[in-house]
């Protein structure tokens, strides 16, 4: 029973354009969301989050997007740089009194071409 | 760097001996979570804690694995009897105070432990 799921194992795309990796969750409950990236042999590291109070938060080059009532969430990266190319994982937290836990998607490797 | 350690980075065990994994959070948080990652999966959560306390434990498996936060020391993270199933690595995260809502888990480098 996958409560976040990342669709696209993959994703390639030009230097320069936009990198769009998607994700989906079927727990209501889940009211706050990371997204994390991961190079080979290195642990997770948090790029960007979003309370479920908001629709979008963005840092820089990074934007997430959240959309309740479809329960999805996006992460749009642009413009897509080489160093880019990492794992991407989307993660969700149940409300505070209700768990600390963070379920995670099965992760998108995103492929960005010089 | 005072990020979240983790060792050793590789371990090695055969069959029935066991493994013991070590993580030592940001300087300052109190609180610890254990993730497991699976060839080709995303991170499955194991178990959380705090100094001396286990919060929740609700994705540990129910034989061999055990886990704490002692007073003093890193949190350790133990496998007995190892199986080949347990080849994973093994990632520990810590955060401040309670995750979830605004609260942020920080990652590890991971362990990656390989069960012959």
């Known amino acids: 029973d996958q409560q976040v799921k990342q669709n696209s194992p993959s994703l390639s795309v030009q230097e320069g354009r936009i990198s769009i990796l998607n994700c989906d969750y079927t727990?209501?409950?889940?009211?706050?969301f990371l997204w994390y990236k991961k190079y080979p042999a290195e642990g997770p590291t948090f790029l960007i989050s979003?309370?479920?109070?908001?629709d979008k938060n963005e840092d820089g080059r990074f934007t997430v997007f959240l959309n309740k009532s479809a329960k999805h969430l996006s992460l749009h990266i642009v413009p897509s740089q080489p160093g880019d190319s990492a794992v991407y994982f989307c993660?969700?937290?149940?409300?505070?009194?209700?768990?600390?836990?963070?379920?995670f998607g099965g992760g998108t490797r995103l492929m960005v071409k010089p | 760097n005072a990020g979240v350690m983790q060792n050793p980075r590789h371990l090695v065990r055969r069959r029935g001996q066991e493994a013991r994994l070590r993580c030592s959070p940001v300087?300052?948080?109190?609180?610890v979570y254990w993730y497991r990652q699976l060839p080709e999966e995303g991170l499955k959560f194991m178990v959380y804690?705090?100094?001396?306390?286990?919060?929740?434990e609700s994705g540990m498996p129910k034989e061999r694995f055990s886990a704490e936060f002692p007073k003093e020391g890193p949190s350790i993270l133990r496998i007995q009897q190892v199986v080949r199933g347990d080849s994973a690595a093994y990632f520990c995260?810590?955060?401040?105070?309670?995750?979830?809502?605004?609260?942020?888990?920080?990652f590890g480098p991971g362990t990656r432990l390989t069960v012959l």
């Open positions: 995260a810590s955060s401040p105070r309670k995750g979830g809502g605004t609260d942020t888990q920080y």
């Open positions: 727990n209501s409950m889940f009211d706050y």
């Open positions: 979003i309370s479920s109070i908001k």
């Open positions: 993660a969700a937290s149940p409300p505070r009194n209700a768990g600390n836990m963070l379920t």
């Open positions: 300087k300052g948080h109190s609180h």
């Open positions: 804690l705090q100094k001396e306390n286990i919060i929740d």
